[in-house]
């Protein structure tokens, strides 16, 4: 049985940085692709980052692009996100996400990561606050 834990949420201050974890058990920690997703009260989920199998891909949402590195440790069976430059516009629920690798590989394009829908194991997410 996959389970994603996520951990590292706090609240701090605008232009504070934050590193977010998601371990993830179950399985071979390699075949996963990882995402991070985040939604704030009354919003739609909204994509974060994510990064591939092999940690040599990511994608990041417009927002967080720049300040945002997702990474992965697969000795760790760790996924990190670390924030920096933390805005009060970063306040969210962040969650990870993860799915298995499997063919047909040319469906793994940037739009495939982005898909929530794609992703079929969740964690139960970290809360995010940031202050100004």
């Known amino acids: 049985q996959v389970r994603l834990v996520e951990s590292g949420g706090d609240s701090v201050q605008a232009g504070d940085s934050l590193r977010l974890a998601c371990i993830i058990s179950?399985?071979?920690?390699?075949?996963?692709?990882v995402g991070w997703f985040r939604r704030a009260p009354g919003t739609d989920r909204e994509f974060v980052a994510a990064?591939?199998?092999?940690?040599?891909?990511?994608f990041y949402g417009d927002s967080v692009k720049v300040r945002f590195t997702i990474s992965r440790e697969n000795a760790e069976n760790t996924v990190y996100l670390q924030m920096s430059g933390l805005k009060p516009e970063d306040t969210s629920f962040y969650s990870c996400?993860?799915?298995?690798?499997?063919?047909?590989?040319?469906?793994?394009?940037?739009?495939?990561?982005?898909?929530?829908?794609?992703?079929?194991?969740w964690g139960q997410g970290t809360q995010v606050t940031i202050s100004a």
């Open positions: 179950g399985g071979t920690f390699t075949n996963y692709h």
């Open positions: 996400a993860a799915d298995i690798l499997m063919a047909p590989y040319a469906r793994y394009t940037e739009s495939y990561f982005r898909d929530p829908a794609m992703y079929a194991y």
């Open positions: 990064i591939n199998w092999r940690g040599e891909t990511t």
